[in-house]
């Protein structure tokens, strides 16, 4: 059993890494935190709140940072529409966010916590790294950071840098330089998944309300995802954060040195992975080099068949 912190940026393939944690027996999702990303705060936390409605979900939701710690915000509009989670129609959303800030949810939860904790993260990793700078205690009872973000090969918003690292690359220099076991999984593995209209036809023959928010809302992934990359499938990249938890096995980890680029212009946000150890520096991280698809999507499969109604 893993005790987990679900922070992410709602955003479609968030939701899916939402319904993932959310029915797992091998999960205990204590929170679900947000942060400003794929859209404006206000969007991705209403997101966070559509998604744990409709699963039927009993865990909070905490709004955290509405932007980046040093640069200008950006968002992914293109990929994710107006809303941010566009695609499916969740109705009225009754439940409220939790008055306190991710960032304190965060430090409290960890340190109340009898059990360490990881903290899965997919979206910029603000709220991880200004509770690490406001309370260095939590590290003593943080299990792991896995990360969906990077890449060692080449970027998504330009060529060095990935969305989630480039939209807050500070934010991840301090996770990635605090000390803590942290599993990359980038988009040379997240690319391998892309949910093809196979795919969504697949999960389409399951009856049941998460079902059919996977069906509308890839639907609407892969038309944007087309009209962007011109792909037939949108890479399903968060929830191979929380599959890797359930089945270490879904990923091939390689430890490396991986270093974020902050200071430079062209590169500003890149994952500098050190594959061939060619630097010789400590191997901070553990990094997916590859993913079992079929198990991934046997993983998703069971998470989406796992909800009752
Ligand atoms: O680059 C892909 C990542 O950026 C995913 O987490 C997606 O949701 C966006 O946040
Ligand atoms: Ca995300």
Known sequence: MRNIILDCDPGHDDAIAILLAGSNPEINLLGVTVVAGNQTLEKTANNALKVVQWLGLDVPVIKGCPGPMVRKQMIADDIHGETGLDGHDFGEIKIKLQEDHAVNFIIDTILNSKEKIT????????????????????????????????????????????????????????????????TMMGLDVTRKVQVLPEV?????????????????????????????????GGPLH?????AYLIDPSVVTLKKMNTRIDIRSTDSYGRTNCDYFDYLGLEKNSNVAIDVDV??????IEKGIRSYND
């Open 119 to 182: 903290v899965v993260t997919c979206g910029p990793m603000t709220n991880l790294a200004m509770a690490l700078r406001l309370q260095p205690k939590i590290k003593e009872n943080i299990e792991e950071i896995v990360l969906m973000g990077g890449a060692y090969t080449f970027g998504n918003v330009s060529p060095a840098a990935e969305f989630n690292i480039i939209a807050d690359a500070e934010a991840a220099y301090v996770c990635f330089t605090a000390g803590l076991p942290i």
């Open 200 to 232: 969504v036809e697949r999960m389409d023959k399951i009856s049941n309300k998460a079902a059919e928010m996977f069906v509308n809302l890839m639907k609407f992934f892969n038309k944007s995802q087309k009209e962007v990359f011109g792909w037939d």
């Open 238 to 242: 968060d929830p191979l954060t929380v």
């Open 294 to 299: 079929k198990k991934y999507w046997d993983i």
